[in-house]
């Protein structure tokens, strides 16, 4: 039976009308770009660039955050998300963008990071020119070519699965034999995430302050990231069940376990970021606080802070409490991009005010038209891998297994 | 209570004892043993009464006011009216107590027996004995068969003793001796001054100063008094800073607070001083010479070019010549020399080569003033000690009587005075504990400790205190003059000793000199003098004009490092003095200034040669000279050049009560046998040690958990230099200080809210430009604060218990250390507070950080989260034996095992002085009262008081472009704010 | 996995009561002997104790700068141990990874276990103890109150709150077993194991409301369990000991715990499958993803280790930076870098089937794992403690006093003690849990 | 209290106990109590009912208590003195944060284990005189009261059911 359902959903997605979606993107994508260059060489370049790094954490967070469901799924034998497994999948396209995102900075540099033109001696070992490029590049490299094997691997799979027809034979059966589960890979591509995205978050946004650090800073910043990656899973097994005749395979159940895993990680978010707000509160340590207080306490800064910890936090934990509304495609889409504009607001809040000195909000036209041309790339880059490959794992042999037995039903945990 | 006999006394002791410990609670028992010397109105329960009286720890004689309570003394503090002391005392005036209380003090009157033990008797038996065996030494007819040895006594006392032996038919039978007795010295006096004297000297009126190995600030004649003029010469003063050089073998406590050090081989010092001459002569910067004076200095030092005067003492010659310039430029410089032949060798070379260097500056010879010398001119030497041991030898002395002294300990061992006195056939000691000379006495017949006796001491000429007794005996002890006039009447009849006893002597003596003196009354004159603690007459201004004689005096060639082994240096520590407090138990727990070692001696050596020897930290060595051998703990450290070994004096008793028996170990061992014929002293050769490993170990019990600040100067210790100093005040720049007061909030660093006072705000300002590291202040918190003793075991364990210590960190380049007093900073965000489960630990709104003891269950937890770590934790509970616990101050509580302690601020001094303004219907003003660590110091290093006063002293302070903060980066707020060291380059 | 991971070669419902609870009635001399020797162990730890509260903490070897010393140790070790338990019971049981089914019972009572030896260190700690009583918010004349913003009373409302939920819980989860062993017994026991099964009686109704409690339960558990790791790491993190003052503590600190928790498990699954032959309930699948869990606790431990010592070098700040330092190269090295060894590499390990799959490479990983984590509390308390901010006041904490050295024996003879009476006196493996997991089914 | 009769179906395989259920729901016949020795979603949707309990609701109230409690007893002690302690605002609300959420957990876990020992009437230490051992052990039962009419036609529908056996208990 998994053939024909793979034909309706070859079918549904034949009758979308990719051109446009591609295209309209691709105009955002021209319009930030515009957006960008005109602040950069006609208005206040830093601004452009504090624009430029935030949406550079958001963006490559949001889309390593959202792969790093399939190789999750690989390593913890995991049956209920196999029918989203492809989803996650879908931003592979992404992945390399930003890594070549990553050299406009080596451009801004003087503009971006304060010590290319006053190295402190105590951090020039790490914070210089070269080896922040070098190690950056490095890892984001290994990173994503890691996801483009992962998804490779299990394209290839469907790919043989539909040449020889109806696989039945092998439904059902482990993971060994022609089925690559590229478990090395998803474990190579999990550690990479752990480390690589603490590096980011440690060189692209705790080196912009000059004393600053905490230890578990890394830790939010990938957390996050997955806790939003989520999100725009739950977008687009929305737009799959609505658009691409999917409802009977991302059934009420998928919907459910992914809107739980949301909470699960607003929670944690939420926890890490506690966590180390309580332990500077208690050292209050001017090399820990100035950075926090600076947020919390001067203008312009001080709403945002309380509005992002709301938005971001305190709203979306409340929401997906009820059980409703997790089992809601469409609710689910709401609050998802609910979260995924409070996210980008705290990258802003975490960027801007050791970039920008300011003393009204530093948020324009500019700021939220550069923000779009990042938007653009991205849809983009998921609508090509869309249109172009299947959007269901359907040679994965646990996906029967979630779509059969206690395995399909809505449990009440 | 006199008619006591001791099995009641020790019934007494038990009910006192249990009483000892709940002082204050109205616990009956404690009511049995109130003294009855002072008239009864005087004792107030609950309330101090304090009595001037004077110190005899040392011969330095400062003036002290003994806190009574209840009947007992439980703290000593200068005597502020008295010339020498002003209101300070040093760590061994602090300790004094512990020699009052020191349970190993004579029970009463003992007789040895045939078995060589000491049996308990009546007085009316010893004297009996005594007068018995003095009668049969008089009967043997002639002169200088009975011999009494004591320490450095003066006025009624000695005239007592003198007229006591002259009735005995004895002529000079009174032998006055000091280990410290300066012979040197004198001899050098009166080489170059003409007078065989100990002067006095007037550091506040110079503008350099160089010290020949002289520790003027720990033991030299009179540190204390010295301390004080010091700290009127040295800190910074507007916008200068006098220069003070030493010179000599080792980084002593002296040396460190010298902006120069000149390192040199021990005995070699006298070669730095001719090479300063001969180069300020080469240079013609002594004009104002004589030319018959300048031909005959020259002619000594002729021999003494800069270069060879550098290559003997081993230390760079620019230096020389550099300190020759200041020197020569400075408008009063002085020269100083220890003078004590048992240190170093040359001693009296060394002396005379400082005392010429002085000649060279007329000027500045009015800081010497031998109009009123020092008594210690009057100390037996050396070579008369050597005779009366050649007389006890051969039998010419039939009765000898020690009081108060301990040769046996302190002369060389290589004399075998023990032997000596062994060969007297009736030995009587008077000396109020047990010590090395008293266990050899047949006959022993305690005396009072200075607390309880009448007496006058005058160090110096023009300066007499007076000693009252300020609680009644302790033991069942008797004054010795009461000890010689009940003999004396035994022998010779009543009227030969006209006097009731010792007091109505006393009286007699001092009608007659106030009569001399030309005063009316003798009673008012009494009385005063008994109530401000002394007698000194207005000085004559300036000192009298020194006739200097012809100088001649031939200096000996330098000779090559003779032999192998480590050259020795000997030395008095500001703990120890010649080792008499020793078994003071505060002593023995006090912290070496510059080691940090407690409980015990140490060979100091650098550890280079360390290294090269293959000697470890705590290794015991065997160290030998051709004299004497000891076993001793190494302890490779900076405070000796490489090549050089230095033993501190004090420890190494084997026969000296509990505290310090068998503690390693006593460097006079070490020393020969001979005199010097020049100056009459011992005769101190090279003495090159040879040094072998035991193969055993005796841990070193020192206190400081490293050497070095590893880069964290700027955070504990930062030093400021004098240009930036003025740079600064000129600019009218303010330190960067996060005020503990309203003022510290910042908005962009602070989570916490603004912290407002609105009486008080308790504040400590320290002074490092002041501080000498001499470490009275940790010996007057211990008295005040009943600090726990903990003794060597725990000290190795690192758990001592001070509240304040000064903590020592060597320079990068280790040729200096720095001093960081480190007490609880009392912090407006103190770490130590909100990690407390129970709120044992808060700020009070007067700005302390309140250890409430008895809230505390021992988490430990803010000793852990402290950064200053100043907070201690009771892993016992720490007693202290009979009746070392009479000491206890009634005000403060006895902590119990398992509660954590730190310093108060003297909490309890603020809360009286708070009462009294209260009676007094006012606030408490600046200067009403102060801690007791501030309270003590000899150079006002510390000074407490309130920021909410605008007025006060700290206030004024803490504006000081030299103020900081320790660890400020942790925002945590200090209210003990540090004022930096001012140091100046010298141009070499 | 789920399938294979659950009990396999019962024929039905009755076999599994039969091997599961059959197991429990004659444990043969070995067992005895050693209830004796870890009886004889507590014996030892309580009169150590004993001595030292007679005498003063000066028992111990702990001193001025590092005023804590292996109590507090003993104290993280055991609340981590604690951890797996509630892992394996409630947050597998979330994520409904069915091969805890046949562990979460023994996890469970090892928890409960732990966590009342990890209370009682807090108490040997104190330096007066039989004023312990302060700490508790009990009314009295004076309003005095313990401190709500001390982290030890955290550590007091967290560590108490774990114990008794994850009493409950286990309790909870035990009452059907107790009712199987009420109606399969007679006379006395019959009715000690009827009182206690508190009259269950399986119905739907029952199994209902018991289903959702228990999953209630979980769904709280989870968060507190990470929640008291938390508030341990804050008994350091909120200080500002260089070294105890970072923000990753916490997490850190969770995952350390689970690491060592989940060896535990291993060290103690591994004996009692063998001497009650339970290889087809406690499978090799099971065991395995244990070992599969054990490499994420590890790598998460190693990374935190990375980043702590990066950006102490980072921060600049001396003491911090020196403290890392130290902690590698000083005193205590040789504990840090047996500690990275076992508690990062050797996990590494179980990357290969082979030795995921091999009984003596498990144990004996387990048993170092356990080893690396109580020396990886000993740096971080006493390393940090023995070289703070000012060089004079360092100090080493040399090594445990034999007073020291007796209560750590007694704290794991107790806990063995109690599990071995655990195991012969309840089901080590949940029955009904193992029925539910069962297809016993007649086809016709 | 009048005797009551009821009938006990014991069966020994959950797949006929499933449908025996189902089949007496066609048939209208009220089931009064399914005992079974497993917890199995298959007979609660046999059953029909729904996948919630009403648990929860306990749950929730004894987790606004404990919030409550946690952040009152923080808040209140510290208002009896007042203290200043390292310059910590004496009313601290970051770190009432923890003891409140400890409160929360453990009293919310009181509560859900209150509630399901209150919904199911225990303890209580007398077992129902139809309840049969085995069903803590390898049987499932289902028990239904009925009168003597219809004692027969269900006890003979729960042997057609494939009942091992049927038996009547007057209780």
Request: charged fraction near 20%; hydrophobic fraction near 45%.
């Amino acid at each position: 039976m998994k053939s024909e359902i793979y034909r309706e959903i070859e079918a549904a997605k034949k009758s979308l009308n990719w051109g446009t979606f591609k295209a309209v993107s691709l105009v955002l994508f021209a319009v930030g770009a515009a957006a960008f260059l005109y602040q950069l060489f006609e208005g206040d370049a830093k601004r452009a660039w504090s624009a430029y790094v935030i949406n550079y954490v958001y963006w490559t967070g949001l889309a390593f955050g959202t792969f790093l469901l399939s190789p999750v799924l690989t390593l913890t034998n995991a049956t209920w998300g196999r029918p989203v497994k492809r989803l996650s999948e879908s931003v592979v396209f992404f992945l390399p963008v930003s890594f070549i995102l990553l050299w406009p900075l080596f451009l801004g540099r003087a503009d971006v990071f304060w010590w290319v033109l006053h190295p402190e001696e105590q951090k020039a070992p790490w914070l210089n020119t070269t080896f922040f490029f070098a190690r950056e590049s490095v890892g984001l490299l290994a990173m994503a070519l890691t996801g483009v094997v992962i998804a490779y691997n299990s394209l290839k799979n469907d790919l043989e699965y539909m040449r020889n027809g109806s696989g039945e034979k092998r439904s059902g059966s482990d993971g060994t034999g022609p089925f690559r589960d590229s478990g090395a890979a998803a474990v190579a591509y999990v550690i990479l995430y752990a480390f690589i995205m603490s590096l980011v978050a440690f060189d692209m946004m705790m080196s912009l302050s000059r004393e600053w650090y905490s230890t578990l800073f890394g830790a939010y910043y990938f957390v996050v990231s997955f806790y939003t990656g989520l999100t725009v899973l739950a977008i687009l097994s929305a737009f799959a069940v609505k658009k691409m005749a999917m409802g009977n395979i991302i059934t009420k159940k998928q919907l459910h376990d992914i809107g739980k895993l949301l909470f699960a990680f607003c929670v944690v978010s939420l926890d890490f970021f506690y966590v180390q707000f309580l332990v500077i509160w208690y050292g209050n340590e001017p090399i820990e606080t100035r950075y926090v207080l600076l947020r919390i306490r001067h203008d312009p800064w001080t709403a945002l802070a309380w509005t992002v910890l709301l938005v971001l936090f305190v709203i979306p934990f409340v929401v997906l409490l009820i059980r409703k509304i997790k089992m809601n495609p469409v609710l689910m889409t709401g609050i998802s991009i609910w979260i995924l504009l409070a996210a980008w607001l705290e990258k802003f809040l975490l960027v801007t005010p050791s970039m920008v000195k300011s003393g009204s909000l530093p948020l324009g036209i500019f700021e939220i038209l550069i923000s779009i041309g990042w938007l653009g790339l991205f849809v983009f880059c998921v609508c090509l891998f869309l249109q172009k490959y299947p959007v269901l794992a359907v040679s994965d042999p646990k996906l029967p297994g979630a779509l059969e037995g206690e395995e399909a039903k809505v449990h009440l945990a | 209570m006199p008619d006591l006999c001791r099995r009641d006394f020790l019934k007494l002791f038990g009910i006192a004892g249990s009483g000892a410990v709940l002082y204050g609670c109205g616990e009956p028992a404690t009511r049995y043993l109130i003294p009855y010397i002072n008239p009864p109105e005087d004792v107030v329960p609950g309330k101090a009464v304090y009595y001037a009286t004077t110190c005899r720890e040392c011969p330095a004689g400062c003036g002290m006011l003994a806190k009574n309570r209840e009947g007992r003394i439980v703290k000593v503090e200068g005597n502020p009216s008295h010339p020498v002391s002003r209101g300070k005392l040093c760590l061994r005036g602090q300790a004094s107590l512990h020699g009052l209380y020191n349970p190993d003090r004579f029970w009463g009157p003992m007789q040895r027996n045939v078995y060589g033990a000491l049996d308990p008797i009546t007085w009316e038996r010893g004297e009996a004995i005594l007068a018995e065996k003095l009668s049969a030494a008089m009967a043997k007819g002639g002169g200088g068969r009975i011999v009494i040895v004591t320490g450095l006594v003066t006025g009624a006392i000695k005239d007592l003793t003198e007229m006591w032996l002259s009735e005995m038919g004895q002529e000079n039978g009174h032998i006055m001796y000091e280990p410290w007795s300066y012979e040197s010295l004198k001899k050098a006096n009166q080489v170059v001054f003409g007078r065989d004297a100990v002067p006095q000297y007037r550091f506040d009126e110079l503008d350099f100063l160089i010290s020949f190995n002289a520790g003027f600030l720990e033991t030299w004649i009179s540190n204390l008094e010295f301390a004080r003029q010091y700290a009127s010469f040295h800190p910074i003063s507007g916008e200068s800073k006098n220069v003070f050089v030493f010179v000599g073998p080792r980084l002593s406590m002296t040396a460190n607070n010298a902006d120069l050090w000149i390192a040199t081989r021990p005995g070699t010092e006298y070669a730095v001083g001719l090479g300063i001459i001969r180069a300020i002569l080469d240079k013609k910067l002594a004009p104002d010479q004589p030319a018959e004076r300048r031909a005959a200095i020259e002619s000594m030092v002729s021999a003494w070019p800069v270069e060879r005067a550098a290559a003997t003492a081993g230390c760079d010659p620019k230096l020389i010549e550099s300190v020759a310039r200041l020197f020569a430029g400075a408008a009063r410089p002085l020269a100083i020399a220890e003078g004590l032949p048992q240190c170093v060798p040359n001693a009296t070379e060394t002396a005379v080569a400082a005392n010429l260097l002085c000649t060279l500056k007329p000027a500045s010879l009015s800081a010497i003033d031998f109009s009123c010398e020092s008594s210690r001119t009057y100390v037996a030497r050396a070579d008369a000690i050597k005779a009366l041991a050649d007389r006890m030898r051969s039998r010419e002395i039939d009765v000898l009587i020690f009081q108060g002294v301990n040769p046996v300990f302190s002369l060389p061992k290589a004399w075998d005075f023990a032997a000596a006195i062994k060969s007297v056939p009736f030995v009587a000691t008077f000396s109020p504990a047990i010590d090395e000379t008293s266990a050899l006495a047949h006959l022993v017949l305690p005396s009072h400790y200075s607390f309880e006796s009448w007496g006058d001491y005058s160090p110096g000429k023009g300066v007499t205190g007076f000693l009252q007794p300020v609680m009644g005996p302790v033991f069942n002890t008797k004054h010795t003059g009461d000890i010689l006039i009940s003999t004396g009447k035994k022998i010779k009849g009543e009227e030969s000793f006209p006097f009731r006893d010792f007091y109505d002597a006393l009286q007699g003596y001092w009608t007659r000199i106030s009569a001399e003196a030309g005063i009316k009354s003798f009673d008012d004159f009494w009385q005063n003098s008994i109530m401000q603690g002394g007698y000194w007459p207005e000085q004559t201004a300036k000192a009298p004009e020194l006739s200097l004689p012809a100088p001649s005096f031939n200096f000996p060639e330098s000779e090559q490092e003779t032999g192998t082994g480590l050259p020795l240096v000997v030395y008095p520590t500001v703990q120890f003095y010649d080792g008499r407090m020793a078994n003071h138990l505060w002593v023995q727990e006090f912290p070496d200034p510059m080691t940090q070692v407690t409980w015990g001696g140490w060979l100091e050596i650098h550890p280079e040669t360390a290294g090269k020897l293959g000697l470890k930290k705590g290794d015991l060595l065997r160290v030998k000279t051709d004299y004497g051998a000891i076993e001793i703990p190494a302890l490779p450290i900076y405070t000796v050049p490489e090549g050089v070994a230095a033993i501190p004096v004090g420890q190494g008793h084997w026969n000296f009560g509990r505290f310090a028996t068998g503690l390693p170990a006593n460097p006079f061992e070490l020393l020969g046998p001979d005199l010097d014929l020049v100056s009459g002293a011992t005769l101190r050769p090279g003495l090159n040690l040879k040094i072998e490993k035991t193969g055993k170990t005796f841990d070193i019990a020192n206190t400081d958990g490293s050497f070095f600040l590893h880069g964290r100067e700027e955070d504990f210790v930062p030093v400021i230099s004098l240009e930036e100093r003025n740079r600064m005040a000129a600019s009218g720049e303010k330190p960067y200080i996060d005020y503990p007061l309203p003022a510290g909030y910042q908005e962009s660093k602070d989570f916490y809210p603004r912290h407002t006072y609105s009486d008080y705000r308790w504040a400590m300002v320290v002074d490092l430009d002041r501080c000498i590291g001499c470490g009275a202040c940790v010996a007057a918190c211990y008295s005040e604060n009943n600090v726990a003793l903990v003794k060597r075991d725990q000290m190795l364990r690192g758990r001592e218990m001070s509240w304040i210590r000064v903590q020592r960190y060597f320079n990068e380049d280790a040729k200096g250390a720095r001093w960081l007093v480190m007490l609880c900073q009392h912090c407006d965000n103190a770490p130590c507070e909100y990690v407390c489960p129970i709120f044992a630990p808060h700020h009070s709104e007067e700005g302390l950080n309140n250890q409430v003891y008895n809230r505390c269950f021992g988490t430990r937890f803010c000793s852990q989260n402290d950064p200053y770590k100043v907070r201690r934790f009771n892993w016992y509970t720490f007693t202290r034996p009979e009746p070392l616990k009479w000491q206890l101050n009634p005000d403060v509580t006895v902590r119990q095992k398992g509660v954590m302690e730190k310093c108060s601020f003297c909490v309890h001094r603020i809360i009286e002085a708070k009462l009294e303004a209260t009676m007094k219907g006012r606030k408490v003003r600046d200067g009403d009262f102060t801690t007791a660590c501030a309270q003590t110091c000899p150079t006002e290093a510390l000074i407490f008081g309130s920021l909410v006063d605008p007025e006060s002293r700290v206030s004024k302070l803490i504006n000081d472009v030299r103020a900081y903060q320790v660890l400020q980066h942790l925002n945590t707020k200090p209210a003990v704010i540090y004022l930096k060291r001012v140091i100046e380059e010298l141009r070499v | 996995m789920s399938e294979a991971a659950g009990p396999q070669g019962l024929t039905g419902y009755g076999a599994a009561d039969d091997q599961i609870l059959g197991a429990m009635w004659n444990p043969g001399r070995v067992y005895w002997t050693f209830v004796a020797i870890t009886a004889l162990g507590v014996l030892i730890g309580a009169s150590c104790w004993a001595y030292q509260i007679a005498t003063g903490l000066g028992a111990a070897n702990i001193l001025h700068p590092a005023m804590w010393g292996t109590y507090l140790v003993n104290f993280v070790f055991w609340v981590g141990i604690a951890h797996s338990g509630t892992l394996i019971s409630a947050i597998l049981f979330l994520f409904r990874a069915s091969w805890r089914t046949t562990i979460s019972r023994s996890s469970e009572a090892m928890t409960v276990f732990a966590v009342m030896i990890a209370g009682m260190f807090p108490l040997i700690h104190l330096g007066r103890v039989w004023l312990v009583y302060w700490i508790v918010p009990y009314p009295n004349q004076r309003n005095l109150w313990p401190n709500f913003q001390s982290p030890l009373v955290f550590d007091v409302v967290a560590v108490s709150t774990y114990l008794t939920v994850s009493f409950l819980f286990w309790y909870t989860g035990l009452m059907p077993d107790l009712a199987t062993i009420r109606d399969r017994t007679a006379g006395i026991k019959n009715r000690i194991y009827g009182f206690f099964s508190l009259g269950w009686r399986g119905s739907e109704k029952t199994w209902k409301t018991y289903g959702t409690a228990y999953l209630l339960f979980a769904a709280l558990a989870t968060p507190l369990v990470i929640s008291v790791h938390s508030v341990v790491s804050w008994d350091f993190a909120l200080g500002i000991v260089p070294g105890w003052h970072s923000t990753i503590f916490a997490p850190y600190f969770v995952a350390g715990a689970i690491h060592s928790g989940l060896a535990m498990v291993l060290v103690l699954l591994i004996p009692m499958r063998k001497i009650f032959r339970f290889e087809n309930l406690i499978t090799m699948e099971v065991l395995e993803n244990v070992a599969k869990t054990i490499i994420l606790t590890g790598l998460i431990v190693g990374y935190s280790y990375a980043i702590e010592h990066f950006l102490a070098w980072y921060s600049g700040g001396k003491a911090e930076e020196q403290q890392y330092m130290w902690r590698m190269t000083g005193y205590y090295s040789w504990c840090f870098w047996l500690m990275v060894i076992c508690n990062a590499v050797v996990p590494i390990a179980l990357f290969f089937k082979k030795v995921r799959t091999s009984i003596p490479a498990l144990f004996s990983i387990g048993i170092l794992v356990l080893i690396g984590m109580w020396l990886e509390r000993l740096v971080i308390i006493v390393g940090s403690e023995a070289h703070e901010f000012d060089p004079y006041s360092w100090g080493l904490y040399k090594y445990p006093s034999i007073v020291e050295w007796g209560i750590l024996i007694g704290s794991f003879s107790l806990f063995f003690f109690l599990f071995l009476l655990f195991a012969k006196f309840l089901p080590t493996i949940s029955v009904a849990d193992v029925k539910e997991k069962m297809q016993v089914r007649r086809d016709d | 209290m009048a005797k009551k009769l009821a009938v006990v179906g014991i069966f020994a395989y959950l797949n006929e106990l499933v449908s025996a259920i189902e089949d007496l729901r066609r048939q209208k016949v009220s089931i009064d109590a399914v005992y079974s020795p497993l917890r199995s979603e298959q007979i609660r949707e046999a059953l029909g009912e729904p996948i919630l309990g009403p648990g929860r609701f306990f749950t929730l109230t004894g987790a606004v208590l404990g919030l409550l409690t946690g952040m009152f007893l923080a808040w209140y002690t510290e208002t009896q003195w007042m203290f200043d302690i390292g310059g910590k605002p004496a009313i601290g609300i970051v770190p009432v944060v923890i003891p409140a959420f400890e409160f929360f957990i453990l009293i919310a876990v009181l509560f859900t284990l209150g509630g399901f020992l209150f919904l199911n009437r225990i303890p209580s230490m007398r077992l129902p005189a139809h309840y049969d051992k085995r069903f803590s052990q390898d049987r499932f039962g289902i028990l239904v009261y009925c009168t003597e009419a219809n004692c027969e036609s269900v006890s003979r529908i729960l042997k057609n059911l494939g009942a091992e056996e049927v038996s009547r208990i007057e209780e």
